[in-house]
């Protein structure tokens, strides 16, 4: 019954996700390709949530729908000059055309040369609740998580320092 | 199973945030007449309590108009991301010692992150009506928002430090009457910034009247309106409930039912604060909303995390 349910909803957020890309792509409204990047997020977020992953979930929820995807519609709509502008022909180009069939080709033929290595990761009987991951992250990973927070940082006071023009 | 819970959850609290609402707009009518030294409604029901029961089919009846040249999927459909997130983030507070509708070992981080997908429905709504004071409405909305989750999210850990949990019903279970004082100027960081996240006055600078007619949401009417107005009772509610969950130990001194209607009394105080705040306090400007956030409140939640700090070391 509860593996009945999981099916249907993964089926459901798989299709969400998948739906949402090529919506973002296939649109001709940036406003809109921004909607659908965020319904992919979220959808995405649903999946974590699916495999128990709870705070990988939330903070999905948290930094890339509530922030990056604000930030990336801030950017459009302050960028568009007329409304009318955010509406864009639909004009692939052959370059991009050879890049996406050259990039498609090789990652077929590296899950092709390597799906023989790589074996399904097993699910732990007890999911590792928070506490364990921030023992784990303050402990064995302290330094690169450090330093993932100083580089963080030190973007923000570059941002600041950028934006604050000469008077300051 | 938990699937089928899950929609009657949902639909919990999607009443419970509608009654609420009702019950909250009569409840702010009231206080801000007394406040203004009037008597606010007062004709139908007892102390004009049936006011709001007059006043939603009206809602209900008024004309669905969407603008010619609005964005009309996303016009149309916006609102309902306005509103859903809000009722979402309901179900993790702990009503009571021992029981939430979703016990979740990240409830306070889900309280936290849900409503942010509030943000984008907002700027989404605002940016569909194809009208320059919405869209400005919307752009300060969003910044005013993400700038307040900052302080706000600092106040909540003081109290996560101090319980060694996310889980809201850990936190319930392990507080002391003497972590009010201690976390008083975090209950003080959180109020305020729960305030400006729910764009409600003295914050209210991406609705204001006299210079955007109504911000974000002038183009709405109908429903679609009373969408975005049951989001901000909601979110008073929910911030109300989980401020009084977290800061004042839930239902303590009482468990059980009776910790519930403890939980509800002390909620509606918080909320009767805030509609308090509300008609004392002029509008800022966005300047001083935006240093204000950054130079005072940030510092001070930081300051607060560090005295929690070495509390805990001496404990």
Redesign the interface.
């Known amino acids: 019954?509860?593996s009945t349910?999981d099916g249907i909803?993964f089926l459901a957020l798989a299709f969400a996700t998948i739906g949402g890309a090529v919506m973002m792509l296939a649109t001709r409204?940036v406003?809109?390709a921004a909607?659908w990047l965020?319904e992919v997020m979220?959808a995405t977020a649903g999946l974590y949530m699916l495999l128990s992953a709870?705070?990988l979930a939330?903070?999905q929820?948290?930094v890339y729908?509530?922030?990056v995807?604000?930030l990336i519609?801030?950017t459009i709509?302050l960028t568009l000059r007329r409304?009318e502008d955010a509406i864009r022909d639909f004009e692939p180009g052959w370059g991009a055309g050879i890049l996406a069939v050259l990039f498609g080709g090789a990652l077929l033929f590296a899950v092709e040369r390597f799906s023989a290595q790589m074996r399904p990761g097993v699910m732990p009987e007890v999911v590792p609740?928070?506490?364990a991951f921030g023992e784990k992250l303050f402990t064995s990973w302290a330094v690169p998580f450090e330093i993932a927070s100083l580089v963080l940082l030190v973007a923000l006071v570059g941002a600041v320092w950028w934006s604050g023009g000469d008077g300051q | 199973?938990?699937?089928l819970w899950g929609f009657l959850w949902g639909v919990a609290a999607v009443a419970t945030i509608a009654g609420g609402a009702i019950l909250g707009v009569w409840w702010e009518r009231k206080v801000s007449a007394r406040i203004q030294m009037r008597y606010g409604p007062q004709q139908i029901g007892p102390f004009g309590s049936l006011q709001m029961i007059a006043d939603v089919p009206k809602l209900l009846f008024k004309e669905d108009i969407v603008p010619a040249l609005a964005?009309k999927a996303?016009f149309k459909y916006a609102p309902l991301f306005v509103f859903g997130p809000v009722a979402v983030s309901m179900v993790v507070i702990p009503f009571t010692a021992g029981w939430a509708p979703l016990d979740?070992?990240?409830g306070v981080?889900?309280f936290?992150?849900?409503p942010?997908?509030e943000?984008?429905a907002i700027?989404?709504s605002s940016?569909a009506s194809?009208n320059t004071l919405s869209?400005l409405g919307g752009?300060r909305a969003?910044a005013q928002m993400?700038s307040y989750?900052v302080p706000r999210s600092l106040a909540v850990l003081a109290i996560v430090l101090l319980a060694g949990?996310?889980r809201p019903l850990d936190v319930v279970a392990a507080w002391r009457w003497w972590w009010m004082p201690l976390t008083f100027v975090a209950f003080v960081i959180y109020f305020i910034a729960s305030i400006a996240e729910m764009n409600r006055g003295p914050f209210d600078i991406p609705e204001a009247e006299s210079e955007l007619v109504a911000g974000y949401f002038a183009d709405y009417s109908g429903m679609r309106w009373a969408s975005f107005m049951m989001a901000e009772y909601g979110a008073m509610i929910a911030a109300s409930l989980f401020g009084a969950a977290l800061f004042f130990g839930g239902g303590w001194p009482f468990g059980g039912a009776l910790g519930v209607v403890v939980l509800v009394v002390k909620a509606v105080l918080i909320m009767t604060a805030i509609m308090w705040v509300k008609w004392t306090f002029p509008r800022l400007r966005q300047d001083q909303l935006m240093s204000f956030c950054w130079k005072v409140l940030t510092p001070l939640a930081l300051v607060q995390l560090v005295v929690i700090g070495v509390v805990l070391a001496w404990l």
Do not use: K, P, Q, Y
Request: hydrophobic letters at 70%; a negative charge.
């Open positions: 019954m509860s349910v909803v409204n406003v809109h909607f965020l979220l709870e705070f939330l903070v929820v948290l729908a509530g922030s995807a604000v519609l801030f709509m409304r609740d928070v506490a | 199973m938990t699937l964005d996303i979740t070992s990240v981080l889900f936290l992150a849900v942010s997908i943000v984008i700027l989404l940016w194809h869209t752009l969003t993400i989750e949990s996310l």
